[in-house]
């Protein structure tokens, strides 16, 4: 008797193993951030200012893919600890804009081994990480093709 249900078993989701796969990979993350007090998310919103400079919440969350929900709690905390500051526009006060203190640009230096440090947790070829790379932000752009 043929299964009918197949596409109903775990092992058939796409979706399965790219959770399984980002909350390992992040779990990976934590005992290099612990020392800097970062969150994941924290060091991935720092790692868009860091390369950006200053930048609106909105221009943030689509570089992150986070709604502003999940993105101001994170803002607000990195800024308490002195790591970014918000400002409004002074074009538009309804934009809000996050900036480095120097205390968050000081951060870079101390995060610059972490990709290298996780990097070795995960065993795959350059070739191959090149090639998930560029397989995973596919799959982002048609989702966001297919949200437009």
Known sequence: MKDDYAQLKLENQLCFPLYACSKE?????KPFLDPLGLTYTQ??????LWEAGE???KD????LWLDSGTLTPVLKKLEAKGIVTRR????DER????????EGEALKEKAASIPFQVGKCIR??????????????????SMSQ???
Do not use: C, F, N
């Not at 990979?25 to 993350?29: A, C």
């Not at 060091?43 to 868009?48: F, G, N, P, S």
């Not at 943030?60 to 570089?63: K, Y």
């Not at 934009?95 to 120097?102: F, R, Y």
């Open 95 to 102: 934009v809000v804009l996050i900036g480095l203190t120097p």
């Open 146 to 148: 297919d949200e437009a």
């Open 25 to 29: 990979v992040v779990r990976q993350y």
């Open 124 to 141: 795959l070829s350059p070739e191959e990480i090149k090639e998930l790379h560029g397989l995973l932000y596919k799959v982002l752009e």
């Open 60 to 63: 943030m969350g689509e570089r």
């Open 55 to 57: 930048l609106s919440v």
């Open 43 to 48: 060091y991935i919103t720092l790692l868009v």
């Open 88 to 91: 409004r526009s002074v074009e």
